[in-house]
């Protein structure tokens, strides 16, 4: 596990995507007001599986997949005492979720992760499982949203004002000062093909002719 003492500038993104410290209370209360009887939830980067535990008394299913096996308490001794097995809608998968397929059927995908570097990739591969939901905290790095997986209108098709895409990019689109009233402020629009999308794809471009 990541070094958390180490200043922001020295972590790669690998460094912080493995980094992992617990959620408050009402962070972990927002996401299970969230979750439905029959929801089959993907919890992403599990941690101790505090949340994926609680998760499980409410929801049809549970798999958590988190790459620190240290983290994952199941039925063993611990320090001289027993810790509580897994309950037996939770399935636990320990490896990196970059790099491993996600199940079919699942039908909400959570992303505890305010420091996430691959949200886009994270929500492709939920997509490609046929989930349509996502419940995170990642594109705002505050508060908790549920991410609808679906088709979005192009970032140049929607309005000025507040938008979020599906790259995990969020942002502002320009309008007249006159227009600036609380409720515009208070709208976001879901997008697609952002900025950030044109800058990622130029860049993995330039990448290919470079080398």
Not at 113 to 133: D, T, V
Request: proline share 7%; with cysteine; net charge neutral.
């Amino acid at each position: 596990m990541a070094d958390l003492d180490y200043h922001p500038a020295d972590l790669s993104d690998a460094d912080w995507e493995s980094a992992w410290a617990p959620y408050d209370e009402p962070t972990y209360r927002a996401v299970l007001s969230l979750l439905r009887a029959r929801d089959v939830v993907l919890d992403i980067g599990a941690g101790d599986l505090r949340f994926a535990r609680r998760a499980a008394e409410q929801a049809r299913a549970v798999i958590a997949i988190e790459q620190h096996g240290e983290l994952l308490t199941g039925e063993r001794e611990t320090g001289g005492r027993k810790t509580r097995p897994y309950p037996a809608n939770l399935t636990v998968i320990c490896g990196d979720a970059l790099s491993i397929p996600f199940p079919s059927g699942i039908t909400v995908g959570v992303l505890l992760m305010r420091h996430c570097r691959h949200f886009s990739e994270y929500a492709r591969k939920l997509r490609a499982a046929g989930c349509r939901r996502l419940i995170t905290n990642a594109r705002w790095g505050f508060g908790v949203e549920q991410v609808t997986l679906g088709p979005h209108p192009r970032y140049a098709a929607v309005a000025p004002g507040w938008y979020a895409c599906q790259c995990g990019a969020v942002g502002f689109k320009p309008c007249p000062p006159d227009a600036l009233t609380t409720a515009f402020l208070a709208r976001t629009t879901e997008v697609s093909g952002c900025p950030s999308c044109s800058r990622e794809s130029a860049s993995g471009a330039g990448a290919l002719v470079s080398s």
